[in-house]
């Protein structure tokens, strides 16, 4: 929705310097933690939830500065679209749009109290007013817990687009910026993947197992890039982040501090021994993300580790950079028609448009199918999936394996809340792992927000000196984490 190069409108500062000291205290998340599940709601969290009132925490700087931020750009570039506009009834109609984004703005620097969303025709409005309803009356952007406060926001703002005749939203593009890593790509995967003839089968497997580890932290650094936190980073920079090849992934694997990358290649070799299986993506970020996703779950298909791949996105823009379907059909169609790239040869553009040849007929023919249901753009953590969304928990229950890409899904499995580093990914992912029929899953999340879980028996002292070397390590994006879950597979789903 925003336009990366757009300018901090006036008072919004340019630049979040953090120090993450004030967080609920050490001392604070042991005992009684872990509520017990019966008095887990989205208000209490199993452990103590992030606020935006806590002073220097993420979420502060999030609720308070950045938040306020993207909001002024998106108005910014909304203004800029209103100015090039010449018919008087869409302008009309884009000025209504305007002022409603003007009040969420002053809703939000106001910390006004969350009020319900006004009945736009979109299918989670229920879903949304209940939650508002049940738990957090009264509550305000700062009281309420970041992860649903900031999720409102992106809601409302969404409003004040839906609740228009005319007016949808901006796109915004981080793939143009990512050129190097996009040839980089193309050129090693244009060509069907194939292992040589002559390898043995122990061998031919080996090989199998590399370029598996290799292309899923493609797809996991490929999330170090959202646009919500590149918004002031060079050319220079996001190359350096999103660089592949072998020898730099081997070195970027020490900062995977919370790694099932090897139980993860079991999983899916099981997989392929058994009938070949679906796997589904939830889907984090548009451009640079979506095409390193793609180019994993192409390898995933032509390996035959998977039949069929389903890609799950978000009906509308979602937290500045989340694929929506328009992104999915605009990525396609640029790799196959496109002009993006001018600098490129004929030879990368050639390898750009078989790859998207390729993707595009495995739409046609089912082995790619892409889906956005409504909870996907909730304030709901997924430990409500089961209960808010029961058709969807059934629906992925029939999954062999689920990846949750990125921070926001990762912060949605965890709800988001101060667990001790050491805690284990399928305690602190609930129902999503002890439900009857939970499906496998894998989160592949870089780093960028609060809640860290699954590094381990030494997770709390790994954590402890990051904080004390490296304040702000959780919110770079330099670490990452690869965390498994064997969930209930087979299981009848059941529902109180
Ligand atoms: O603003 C909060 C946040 O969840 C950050 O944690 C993160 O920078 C961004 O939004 C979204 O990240 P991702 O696209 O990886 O979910
Ligand atoms: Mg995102």
């Excluded at 290799?214 to 980073?233: A, F, K, P, Y």
């Excluded at 589904?280 to 548009?286: H, K, T, V």
């Excluded at 799950?312 to 196959?336: C, I």
């Excluded at 689920?402 to 921070?407: P, Q, R, S």
């Amino acid at each position: 929705m925003t336009s990366p190069n757009a300018k901090p409108p006036s008072g919004a500062p340019s630049r979040v310097t953090l120090s993450l000291g004030h967080l609920p205290s050490k001392k604070d998340i042991r005992a009684p933690w872990p509520r017990t599940p019966t008095r887990v709601d989205p208000n209490n969290p199993p452990w103590p939830a992030y606020r935006g009132y806590h002073e220097y925490s993420f979420a502060h700087a999030t609720m308070q500065s950045r938040l306020p931020t993207i909001l002024g750009k998106a108005i910014e570039d909304t203004t800029r679209t209103l100015n090039e506009e010449s018919s008087e009834e869409r302008i009309v109609d884009l000025v209504a749009c305007i002022d409603r984004m003007g009040e969420l703005m002053t809703d939000l620097s106001g910390n006004a109290k969350l009020r319900p969303i006004i009945d736009d025709n979109e299918a989670d409005v229920a879903l949304w007013n209940k939650e508002i309803a049940k738990y957090f009356q009264g509550k305000d952007f700062m009281n309420a817990p970041w992860l649903f406060a900031e999720a409102y926001k992106y809601r409302r703002l969404h409003e004040a687009f839906s609740v228009s005749r005319y007016w949808h939203d901006y796109d915004c593009d981080t793939f143009s910026r990512s050129s190097d890593a996009v040839f980089e790509l193309s050129m090693r995967f244009a060509e069907p993947f194939k292992i040589s003839e002559d390898l043995s089968p122990e061998d031919r497997l080996e090989a199998e197992r590399l370029m598996f580890l290799e292309l899923t932290q493609v797809c996991l650094w490929g999330n170090s890039t959202d646009l919500s936190l590149l918004i002031n980073m060079t050319e220079e920079q996001i190359k350096s982040l999103q660089s592949t090849g072998g020898d730099h992934l081997a070195a970027t694997e020490k900062n995977i501090l919370g790694n099932h990358l090897n139980r993860l290649w079991d999983t899916v070799k099981e997989l392929r021994e058994k009938t070949g299986g679906r796997i589904d993506f939830i889907l984090d970020n548009a451009g640079f993300e979506l095409y390193c996703d793609c180019v994993y779950a192409d390898f995933l298909l032509q390996s035959g580790l998977a039949t069929q791949i389903r890609f799950h996105g978000k009906r509308y823009p979602w937290f500045v950079s989340d694929v929506t379907k328009k992104d999915w059909e605009w990525l396609l169609n640029t790799m196959v028609y496109g002009q993006l790239f001018s600098k490129a040869s004929d030879i990368e553009l050639e390898s750009l448009r078989r790859l998207g040849q390729r993707w595009k007929q495995y739409e046609k023919e089912g082995k790619w199918v892409y889906e956005q249901h409504p909870f996907w753009c909730t304030g709901y953590t997924f430990w409500e999936l089961h209960s808010e969304a029961p058709d969807l928990f059934l629906h992925l229950s029939r999954s062999d394996l689920v990846y949750f890409k990125g921070d926001l899904n990762h912060r949605k499995l965890t709800y988001d809340c101060a667990a001790p580093a050491s805690t284990p990914f399928e305690m602190a992912i609930g129902p999503m792992a002890s439900s009857a029929g939970a499906p496998k899953i894998a989160s592949l999340r870089t780093i960028k927000s609060d809640v860290v879980v699954g590094l381990g028996d030494d997770g709390d002292l790994v954590a402890e000196n990051l904080d004390k070397t490296e304040p702000g390590w959780k919110i770079s994006g330099k670490y990452a984490v690869v965390l498994f879950s064997e969930g209930r597979p087979g299981e009848k789903v059941r529902f109180a």
